[in-house]
């Protein structure tokens, strides 16, 4: 893919300065600490490295490190391939459904200020609406499992948290003797139920934590406090209609890990879609959804777009993909080596397919080196499209010093 014309970085660089002196105290630690992070991505400030082709030996100089930060744009690609490859060995062999569970526009702004204890409610509320309908004879009786991802944004950058789920076509009996399968075409369980069931689950969770004064209420909805108008607001949230919807069926594993690149690891909005930026203002493609799906540009000035791009910095070690059901981490091998047992599917074998393919390039003279013995890189040589590896680290200092050295001749 070919560099974009313009960056997130770029913008912050240019009014970050400008929006922070602005915005003064509202600004978390955390958005100050992903701007800074983002404006030193892949730069000298963060230090480098230089890499070598194992195959045909290309030094191909200096590369500046990553922030790593999972709010940046150009530093998902990887840790989505590395989650994606986790993923791969745990697709069982049947179609996927694919559910997405919205909160109303009216709770964003409480939201916003209760972030962590309302993400946590919505992931809460979602893995038991599924569950307990799933596990009810009526509509599937069986268990099931699935990975949920938090998603806090919609095209046009504005506040819109909802959470993604990927579930199999199916579940484990009650018994453990057979996989149940979908009744149902369109999504795993009826849809309706699983919007009256969400929107119960989440105002009671809601009425919970006002009780137990786990929640914040300051500026515009501070009158929310007072349990008068707290009541109110559970009625007018009881009057919404929660939206569930599902979109249609993967069909094999190999259709779910390409949504799952598409999804798992974005951010909110990749420099691609950024058209132009002339210093003030800020051009990116949005999609429309609710005009067709019809694909549109945006303007805003530089500061609503920095504005809009923090809504979506999430709290300090928050953990946005999360699994359920037969998925949940402390059960999770167990239950799919009985899933693919039940699915009839092929005993799982370790590849090593990876490793001895490393192995294979690195010549005796290689191995002997210690900057050799690290782990092959993922990355390919551009020229012979053999695995490269890392044989020297720089400090941002060391860097500095590299480029100083070169502008002044030995006079020695």
């Not at 490859?85 to 179609?95: K, N």
């Not at 406090?225 to 009881?238: D, G, T, V």
């Not at 949005?286 to 791009?309: C, H, P």
Request: glycine share 6%; aromatic share 10%.
């Amino acid at each position: 893919m070919s560099r974009p014309a313009v960056e997130v970085a770029d913008i912050f660089r240019a009014h970050g300065d400008d929006f922070i002196y602005r915005q003064g105290k509202r600004l978390s630690y955390q958005q100050l600490k992903v701007m800074r992070a983002i404006v030193r991505c892949r730069t000298a400030a963060l230090g480098g490295h230089i890499d070598v082709c194992l195959r045909c030996g290309k030094d191909w100089g200096i590369s500046f490190n990553s922030c790593r930060d999972r709010h940046c744009p150009k530093c998902q690609a990887q840790a989505r391939q590395r989650w994606i490859a986790a993923r791969e060995s745990e697709l069982l062999s049947t179609p996927y459904f694919h559910a997405v569970f919205t909160l109303p526009e009216e709770l964003n702004a409480l939201i916003l200020q209760n972030e962590a204890e309302l993400y946590n409610l919505l992931f809460r509320t979602v893995a038991d609406t599924l569950l307990e309908v799933a596990a009810n004879p009526k509509h599937l009786g069986a268990e099931i499992g699935f990975f949920a991802i938090l998603h806090t944004w919609g095209q046009n950058l504005l506040f819109h948290p909802h959470i993604h789920c990927v579930v199999p076509q199916g579940g484990i009996a009650p018994d453990h003797t057979r996989w149940v399968h979908a009744r149902y075409s369109k999504f795993l369980l009826p849809l309706a139920l699983l919007q009256t069931v969400f929107r119960g689950k989440f105002i009671d969770g809601l009425k919970e934590a006002f009780r137990e004064k786990r929640l914040t209420f300051a500026g515009q909805i501070q009158s929310l406090s007072q349990p008068k108008s707290f009541k109110a607001f559970i009625r007018k949230l009881h009057q919404h209609q929660w939206v569930v919807y599902a979109k249609p069926p993967f069909g094999g594993p190999e259709k779910v890990l390409h949504y799952l690149g598409r999804y798992t690891h974005r951010v909110a909005i990749s420099n691609h879609r950024l058209l132009s930026f002339d210093g003030d203002h800020v051009t990116f493609l949005w999609r429309d959804y609710a005009r067709g799906n019809k694909q549109r540009k945006m303007t805003l000035v530089a500061s609503e777009f920095i504005r809009r791009f923090f809504l979506h910095v999430l709290p300090k070690g928050f953990v946005r993909i999360r699994h359920f059901g037969f998925m949940a981490n402390y059960q999770r091998s167990a239950s799919l080596e009985l899933c693919r047992k039940l699915l009839e599917m092929a005993p799982l074998t370790p590849s090593t397919e990876a490793i001895s393919t490393c192995q294979e390039t690195l010549t005796t003279e290689e191995s002997s080196t210690a900057e050799a013995s690290a782990t092959c890189s993922v990355r390919l040589c551009p020229a012979c499209h053999g695995p490269m590896t890392v044989i020297q680290r720089l400090t941002p200092a060391e860097i500095a010093w590299r480029f100083v050295s070169k502008c002044f001749t030995n006079t020695s």
